[in-house]
């Protein structure tokens, strides 16, 4: 009976050593062994593993992509302006041996380092550049250089960063007051230019138009003093013609239209002599 329960015992503890002997690696973690606290491997890949129990023991860590998210940050321009600027890095755990040296395995610590990386290059960044570049323009070429400069440094703690994104510009509330004023006056004065312009082309169109309907009504009348000068020549021409023919009774008409246009009324009065040209044919009808 005793022999059987050392026997019993033997196995168990035979299973518990084998058990400590054993260790799995998830594809979403990366493994390090270490040996009386000594780094022994740090390469495993996913899947099944054997240590030497109470000499090696084992830590695992997160090998997913992590968000590093802070509060924004306030950043001058070129032109000595505050910013402020939030921002958010993506990054994974690429070489675990170096993250465990450099940080101590710890992603707080990680995320310290980083930020502080981060923030660095954003301010070389930011200092090159003027508001209007940084809002309008260069944004683009601000993130790659950043990304290249980050996983540079990134890279001594072990670290891979996959992504970092400006999230927001924006002015701080003391100083937007004061800009959109200035933005506000620049357009005005933008409005005004364009107005005057405006002006400008009205007065010149008009101008023109003054002037083209001047010269219009210049030739018309030009057209139409011609056109009546030769209708009463030729009139005149038609009339000669046809008095020339008899002047006697030419005269006899015109008198007549005289007469008419002197008594067309019954108060009419002229005061001439009998013997004036003007009655002659009252005189001698004949």
Sequence with gaps: MAARQ????????????????????????????????????????????????????????????????????????????????????KWRIADVGRFYTAVGGDPAAANGKLD???????????????????????????????STTVRREAANLGIEVVDVRIKRVDLPADVSSSVFRRMRAERERVARDFRSRGGEAAERIRADADRQSTVLLAEAYRDAERVRGEGDAQASAIYAEAYGRDPAFYAFYRSLGAYRASFSGRGDVMVLQPDSEFFQFFKQPR
């Design 6 to 89: 050392i026997v019993i015992g033997g196995a168990f503890a035979l299973a518990a050593l084998a058990s400590m002997a054993v260790f799995t690696v998830d594809e979403t973690q990366k493994a390090i062994r270490f040996r009386l606290g000594e780094i022994v491997q740090a390469d495993y890949t996913p899947g099944l593993h054997f240590k030497f129990p109470l000499i090696n023991n084992v830590r695992k860590f997160d090998a997913r992509i992590q968000t590093l998210d802070t509060e924004p940050e306030r950043l001058l321009t070129a032109e000595k302006k505050n910013l402020l600027v939030d921002s958010f890095v």
């Design 116 to 146: 502080q990386i981060t923030k660095d290059g954003m301010r070389s960044e930011f200092s090159k550049r003027t508001v209007q570049d940084v809002v309008a323009g260069d944004r683009q070429q601000i993130m790659d250089t950043l």
